[in-house]
């Protein structure tokens, strides 16, 4: 007679054809259940867009198939949830995930498509806010060749401390763990000339090598454009999460829709929309100037199905504080809502 | 007796490790003289940064000293000019230069590293200045991920036409032949979700497939950071010069500095400096706000020695004009004298 523990057994042999691990291994069979003759499993992928996915479902129907008393295999197909995806791209990337240091509850990725629209100041308001909250925080900064965290919280950033367990993340003022190229060049100012894989391994070790210990909540700043830095955060990064900030030029709002379809296609959860650059107040007289135009986030969150989070205005004082490595002095009262939000979506 | 028929032939059989083709068809050879036994030729190189320098420079001194009556050789190794890179390149894509339909005199790159800054802005706004002094112009955008060309110059952009011989680029109101990915994806908000190899054979195409015909100037808008496209552009396009957009943020600045000295590192000529975004005007007061701080433009420009061709202001009528694909209504007197300046120093 067929029972759970032999299919179990013979799904153990079919393996990933991109790590090689066992789909059992990978935490990828869920819900294996036998009736008579009737066998019935669920395959859980990591994004449901894999080019892989019909050629697992295949191995694993057929190596079920081939045991003796199966008389019809049924296998659903579903997303993994964000743990199930920790799991699975712990074990293909071959660290052992009961030894890793790291521990991470929620990732969320700032992205954008267009450049300039804020999202570093966005991935940086936002770790504040949780960290106010009491969280624990850190921020990866994952804009390879244009990265702006570090000028933005220190004035003087201190050099990442290596040991033989992995690098440890710079500490901000208030606690923030923080990790950029920009930390381990000589100059700020150095160029990185580096083509795609280069880019793609730098933050998967951030990701990975980085001794970020244990986290509530890591932010990631993701730079512009859909090409392999985010390829590589949305294929090789748990994310529970994308908060998308866009400017109110119409210009910007469709390279945003553009990311938004990215993050979509590879399965990535939409947290919400924020609007940066809204409007600026003239500090003679105190008119409200849309110096982009009108905003049109609604216009774009209502397309997607995602919420509008808020509106940062254009604010001389924000590039000041950017500029001289103090944003953890910037009043938090506008942020702090849009925190709240998210905290909520990424807890859910 | 050696003479310089047989240094010649000798250096025939020397080819370029990469593309495999002679030096001699590379047009890499100059100079060649003969007094006595001793050779004295010159190394012409596309960019004096490239990895093969020395090997190429010794391949070439062994052919020579090889030959019967040689006692001693002298190399000497220079950068190509502009003219001489155009056919280095065109031999070396395999492409015959003398049946190209393309004849293109200048190409100049706008750059900035950073994104949002305006660098799509001030490659129109150039490209139309140019224009109006009544030169054949091109605008090539080179930022395949996050394309804003086709939305700042058309309200309904036509879809390129292809011939046997390659595709014909899209000419605006005034005449400007426009190549963007944009114009070939069914919508204008598609994502192009592309990992870096792929980026670059767009670019190479744009280059090389486009039908640009006889252009005085092709305008080359270049997307954020310092990865594949800028890099394919430096490598592949044979550029008269880069012109750099910056925004007053010294954040911006950073980024900017690392956008020049790759464009240094790369050999390629520096033009200028734009300072897009400088201040805003209020419309019911007439103050001038200072959004992003004040202009570090003057600063960067004396580090790298490159002249400060302009400052333009946020208006909140650039943005109208971007966004409903009327750039070609802007007023050009601003840019004008931006253009006489880059027209001088992209002819020297």
Same mark, same amino acid.
């Given at each position: 007679?067929? =029972? ?11 393996r ?15 819900? +294996?259940?036998?009736?008579? @003759?009737?066998?019935? %499993? ?5 994004? $449901? ?13 057929? &190596?079920?198939? /081939?045991?003796? /008393? ?9 997303e993994?949830? !964000?743990?199930e ?5 712990? +074990? ?10 790291? =521990?991470?509850?929620h +990732? ?7 450049? @300039? ?7 940086g $308001? $936002? &770790?504040? &806010? ?15 060749t /244009? ?6 919280f220190?004035r ?16 901000? /003022? ?23 894989? #280069? ?13 970020? *210990? ?7 700043? #993701? ?6 830095a985010? $390829?590589?955060?949305? !294929?090789?990064?748990?994310?529970? *999460? ?5 400017s ?10 553009? &990311?938004a ?30 110096? %982009? ?10 397309? %997607?199905?995602?919420?509008?989070l ?24 506008? %942020?702090a ?12």
């Open positions: 007679m067929i =029972d759970e523990e032999r299919v179990r057994g013979a799904l153990e042999g079919v990933h054809p991109e790590s090689g691990r066992s789909i059992m291994e990978l935490g990828m069979v869920k819900d +294996v259940s036998v009736e008579g @003759g009737k066998v019935r %499993f669920t395959l859980a992928l990591p994004f $449901l867009d894999v080019p892989v996915r019909d050629q697992l479902a295949r191995d694993a129907k057929e &190596a079920v198939e /081939g045991l003796e /008393g199966v008389e019809g295999v049924e296998v659903d197909v579903r993994m949830t !964000q743990r995806r920790v799991h699975f791209f712990s +074990v293909q990337e071959g660290a052992t995930p009961e030894g890793r240091a790291n =521990d991470i509850r +990732v969320v990725a700032v992205m954008s498509g267009k450049g @300039g629209v804020g999202k570093s100041l966005v991935s $308001l $936002l &770790a504040l &806010a949780l960290r106010e909250k009491g969280f624990e925080v850190g921020l990866l900064d994952a804009d390879i /244009g990265p702006s965290i570090p000028k933005m220190f003087r950033p201190k050099r990442p401390e290596g040991s033989h367990d992995g690098i440890l993340p710079v500490e901000s /003022g208030r606690g923030i763990k923080i990790m950029s190229i920009n930390l381990l060049l000589e100059r700020e100012d150095e160029a990185v000339i580096w083509r795609g894989p #280069l880019i793609s391994s730098a933050i998967k070790q951030f990701w990975r090598d980085v001794l970020w *210990g244990r986290l509530d909540y890591l932010v990631v700043d #993701l730079p512009p454009g859909t090409s392999d985010s $390829l590589t955060v949305m !294929q090789a990064v748990p994310l529970s *999460g994308v908060v998308l900030v866009t109110p030029q119409e210009l910007a709002g469709m390279v945003v829709r553009k &990311a379809r990215m993050a979509r296609r590879m399965g990535a959860p939409m947290l919400g929309l924020v609007e940066n650059m809204s409007y600026a107040v003239c500090p003679k007289c105190g008119a409200k100037i849309e110096i %982009f135009g009108p905003s049109r986030a609604e216009e774009i969150s209502r397309a %997607f199905g995602i919420p509008l808020g509106r940062i205005p254009l604010d001389p004082r924000i590039s000041e504080l950017c500029d001289s490595g103090s944003i953890e002095e910037y009043p938090l009262e506008r %942020f809502p849009i925190a709240e939000v998210l905290v909520r979506r990424a807890s859910d």
